[in-house]
């Protein structure tokens, strides 16, 4: 096909229809024939947005950038039905399409609604994951009280009992009133615009989130629930990790204050991140939990790039999870972390005097972050222990609650806020040619 006319068929490619296909049957019941169509475009597109600058005009490639994000997540999520794609091009698509957490959660349109594939500062991209995180939970809160008044048609099935409902709502009121003075978002809109080019800009940013990212594979109400948990913490992660590798970079240049102001501001994501999850633990049956866990495939959050990059910023890599990276395709690169350049908090940490009125501040703000963290990795492994049954193997392939067991506890400070030492330390394991570094916030994120 000539770039003009792949140009013309994405450009004319109507996003209401699609989004209103997935939300009609879930998205497991997507029309093969669509997301085929949407599959080949993006083989196509691939071609066009690596030809040179020139060919196309800046504004079109900005909304093509745009669309190859959700197609992709389609050719993705084809592949379990079409395994090889005779088209796909040599060095551009070859070889497996990857796992599926990123497709299923939609997390690189997610990415682009934070900026954080942009060389934005940190400051930008916790202003973003803010207005972000008030824009999801307001919207989660009125699909969950509209449910409740019987006037949702979306996601109806396998509705949570009137206590859960009613408890659920109580949390979700008392977390959007903690974010009541955050920056927010201007409204979706009450359907999903059908050109690519209204997913532009700040307005487009809450279409994608209302619209583009939520597409569970089902009409499961709580399967819904799950992916929204699943985007708010992708959105805490992405503002702690942002603040993390921020301040890890002002402690090495002697710039106490700063890097202080960073942890205390990750620490304050850290605790909204805690309170999100406890939504889940508190109002979710392990009926409902089984009900779809089937349905996501092997969506696995071990496959989740921010929360993984988090960890490796902290506490760098336990030996326990080397061989887990290393199997995953998207995550194998952080394994590169092994070298003996990269510091991780606790490193850094290890070399600070900890009594000088400089310092102390760090070492409080780094103590209350690690503490939160490991408040949410108790509660996660509770919640591998509560909601699987016994043995059961974790959909990202590993053993499930004994792989978490592994390392949960690792952290920065004992109970008593003394350091702990460096774990024991990992070797490079051979990884494949191909595996290539990339940046903390990379556009293949
Ligand atoms: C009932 C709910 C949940 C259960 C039973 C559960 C269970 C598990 C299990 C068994 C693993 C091990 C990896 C594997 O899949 O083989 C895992 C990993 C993980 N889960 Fe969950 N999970 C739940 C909810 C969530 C949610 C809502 C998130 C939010 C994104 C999440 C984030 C993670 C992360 C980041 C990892 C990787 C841990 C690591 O390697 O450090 N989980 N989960």
Sequence with gaps: MKTSTIVKTVLDFDVAEYV????????????????????????????????APGSIDTGERRVLRLAELALQSE???????????????????????????????NVRLLNHALGTQKHSSDACIERQCRQALRFLVGSWLGWEERTLRGQEPWAHLDLPTARDAG??????????????????????????????????????????????????QTRKHEENV????????????????????????????????????????????????????????????????????????????????SAQTLHIHLLGIHPAKVEALGEMQENAFLLLYVNRHFRPLRSLLQ???QDTDETRPVFAAARALDEILFRWRR??????HR?????????????GAPYLSGFYHDRIF????????????????????????????????
């Excluded at 209103?20 to 196509?44: F, T």
């Design 75 to 105: 050719w993705k999520l084809a592949a379990t039905t079409e395994p090889h794609d005779e088209r796909d091009r040599p060095g551009v698509l070859e070889g497996p399409r990857g796992t599926r957490y990123q497709p299923y959660s």
């Design 414 to 445: 004992d109970p008593e806020g003394e350091l702990f030492p460096h774990p024991v330390p990992v070797s490079m394991p051979p990884l494949d040619e191909r595996v290539r570094a990339r940046s903390v916030f990379s556009p293949f994120n």
């Design 379 to 384: 509660l996660h492994i509770g919640l591998a």
């Design 226 to 305: 799950f992916l929204r948990l699943i985007h708010l913490t992708e959105v805490t992660t992405s503002g702690i990790l942002a603040r993390t590798v921020a301040g890890n970079a002002w402690l090495e240049s002697g710039a106490y204050a700063e890097a202080a102001r960073c942890l205390e501001r990750a620490a304050e994501l850290a605790v909204m991140q805690f309170d999100i999850m406890l939504v889940l633990r508190r109002t979710m049956s392990v009926d409902s939990f089984l009900g779809f866990r089937n349905d996501t495939e092997n969506a696995s959050a071990i496959q989740m790039t």
């Design 20 to 51: 209103n296909a997935v939300r009609a049957g879930g998205r497991r019941q997507l029309d093969p024939a669509l997301r085929g169509r949407m599959a080949d475009l993006y083989i196509d597109l691939c071609g066009v947005l690596t030809e």
């Design 351 to 353: 070399e600070l005097p």
């Design 167 to 216: 408890e659920r709502l109580s949390r979700l009121s008392a977390l959007d009133d903690a974010m009541a003075a955050w920056p927010r978002l201007p409204a979706a809109g009450a359907a999903p615009a059908s050109r690519w080019e209204d997913y532009l800009g700040e307005a487009g940013r809450s279409r994608i989130l209302e619209y583009l990212i939520n597409m569970p």
């Design 387 to 399: 909601y699987l049954p016994k043995e059961t193997m974790g959909s990202g392939g590993t053993s």
